[in-house]
């Protein structure tokens, strides 16, 4: 099976091409000037901004294309910009699988902050959408992609939670600094996976060719409050309240962003919230940081 993963230097991307399954010939799509990419893989260049990019082409040399790539903006305006022009890249694309000569699967990997702050709500794949925060702009690039799958064409869109890793988010707002946040009153529910589970996950759907939307099996749910203290406990800094003043200082689509209260449907009900889940996300976070030493 020959794949192309797309956004193969990102957060995601690069765990996704560190288990690529036997029989499977990748090919690692980029767009950074020096990719650390791993010399096995075949590489390509692509830029999902530009018109010129000669998607029949692509698409008719693979199976499947993965989709982890995002491009992103500095302000609001920027960012509906490029999801604008992301959009238009993501139509020639599908145009391009539903007219290939041979079958082509695609997975695309988004953020399920494209449900919106749904409170105490559990979320199945099924419910609407109402983007919250970054999934403003996110969710009009991602259109076309979520088009194709609902129509029941050859395509699954992964809504990922919070993706727990030694890189992105959890380096930024968590890892360091002297102390751990408590956002608010801290009762929001977090979803979370780590990037390995979820690079597996990936895989799984490209191999079944699964489709329609995917919600990844949860290393754990909890309230943001209780993902502090367990950070807290195992870094040893005391926590510290990031109230409503501090809060609203803030780039507003980071603060609706990492406000919303995300509930999400594994199809495991409580397990997700149960004392063991709690114990593997306590190893996961002790292993990103004997990561950090």
Request: charged share 20%.
């Amino acid at each position: 099976m020959k794949v192309l993963l797309l956004g193969a230097t990102g957060f995601i991307g690069s765990a996704v091409t560190r288990v690529v399954p036997d029989g499977v010939e990748l090919t690692a799509g980029f767009f950074s000037p020096n990719p650390d990419l791993d010399p096995d893989h075949a590489r390509l260049h692509i830029d999902l901004l530009s018109t010129s990019t000669p998607w029949e082409d692509v698409v008719e040399q693979h199976d499947a294309i993965v989709i982890a790539a995002r491009p992103n903006g500095a302000t609001v305006k920027q960012r509906l910009d490029v999801a604008q022009r992301t959009k238009a890249s993501m139509e020639r694309l599908c145009s391009a699988i539903q007219n290939a000569t041979s079958p082509v699967h695609v997975v695309a990997v988004h953020g399920s902050l494209s449900y919106g702050c749904r409170g105490e709500d559990e979320i199945k794949p099924g419910d609407g959408l109402h983007p919250v925060g970054f999934a403003e702009a996110y969710a009009v690039a991602e259109g076309p992609l979520r088009q194709l799958a609902e129509a029941g064409g050859r395509a699954s869109v992964f809504r990922a939670p919070w993706v727990l890793g030694s890189g992105s988010w959890y380096a930024q707002m968590y890892a360091k600094g002297p102390s751990v946040p408590v956002l608010g009153r801290g009762d929001q529910w977090m979803s979370l996976v780590t990037v390995e589970d979820l690079a597996v996950q990936i895989w799984e759907a490209v191999m079944t060719q699964q489709r329609g939307v995917i919600h990844p099996t949860l290393l754990h749910r909890c309230r943001q409050a209780d993902f502090a203290r367990t950070v807290s406990d195992i870094t040893h800094r005391p926590l510290s309240k990031v109230g409503h003043w501090r809060l609203w200082r803030w780039e507003p689509q980071m603060r609706r962003s990492v406000m919303a209260s995300i509930r999400l449907c594994d199809g495991h009900g409580e397990r997700s919230e149960s004392a063991r889940s709690r114990a593997a996300l306590r190893d996961a976070l002790l292993a990103i940081h004997e990561g950090f030493r």
